[in-house]
C-alpha cells in the first residue's frame, strides 16, 4: 500500500505495515498439528484473547472457505471473529481477523486484516512447524503501527505458547 491509499473505513497511512509471524516446533504430525490448532481451540486459546465480556463456551471454525471461526458464550451469543479464506488441512489456514487497531471487533470484514496458519512437516522427526502470521495489517489505518508493535514481541507469542503445550495434552 502506498503513502496515497487508503484502507476501506480507515486513515491513510504512509508506506507499507510489514507483517508479523510466530513459530513453534510441536512434536506431533502435521493431521495432529492441525486437529488441535482447529478443533480444540477452545483447549487452548488463551482466556484473555477475547472478543466481549461474557465466559466463553467454545471456539469454533467452519471447516471451508467462506465459513465463519468465532466464539460462543455459554449464555449463548456468538462473536464471529473472521471468515477463512483458505482451508487446506493439514498445511495452510488463512482467515481475515475482525478486530479494530484498539483492539475492539469489526463487524465485517471491510477492515479487517488477515491471519495465515501454516503447518510444516520436519524431516523424519514427526514434528511440524507451526506459523502463525499477521498479514495486511494496514488495513487497521492509522493504528496499524501500534498493532504491528503489539504484536511483535518475542516468538512464540502467548497464542502459540498456549497452542504448543495443549498438543502436548492427548485428546
Do not use: C
Not at 18 to 47: C, L, M, N
Amino acid at each position: 500500500m502506498t503513502a496515497s491509499q487508503t484502507p476501506a473505513g480507515g486513515t491513510p497511512v504512509s508506506g507499507t505495515v510489514e507483517p508479523v509471524y510466530k513459530s513453534v516446533v510441536v512434536p506431533v504430525t502435521a493431521d495432529t498439528a492441525w486437529q488441535v490448532f482447529t478443533e480444540r481451540a477452545t483447549d487452548w486459546w488463551p482466556r484473555d484473547h477475547r472478543a466481549g465480556d461474557g465466559k466463553r463456551e467454545e471456539i469454533a471454525f467452519e471447516p471451508w472457505p467462506g465459513g465463519r471461526y468465532f466464539e460462543r458464550d455459554t449464555d449463548g451469543s456468538v462473536r464471529v471473529w473472521g471468515q477463512i479464506l483458505a482451508w487446506e488441512p493439514p498445511h495452510r489456514l488463512l482467515m481475515t481477523w475482525r478486530v479494530n487497531g484498539r483492539w475492539e471487533a469489526i463487524p465485517d470484514d471491510t477492515a479487517a486484516s488477515e491471519i495465515e496458519v501454516t503447518f510444516t512437516p520436519q524431516g523424519r522427526s514427526g514434528s511440524t512447524g507451526v506459523t502463525l502470521g499477521h498479514l495486511s495489517l494496514h488495513k487497521h489505518g492509522a493504528d496499524a503501527e501500534a498493532i504491528r508493535a503489539a504484536l511483535d514481541g518475542p516468538s512464540p507469542g502467548p497464542t502459540l505458547a498456549s497452542y504448543a503445550e495443549a498438543v502436548k495434552v492427548p485428546d
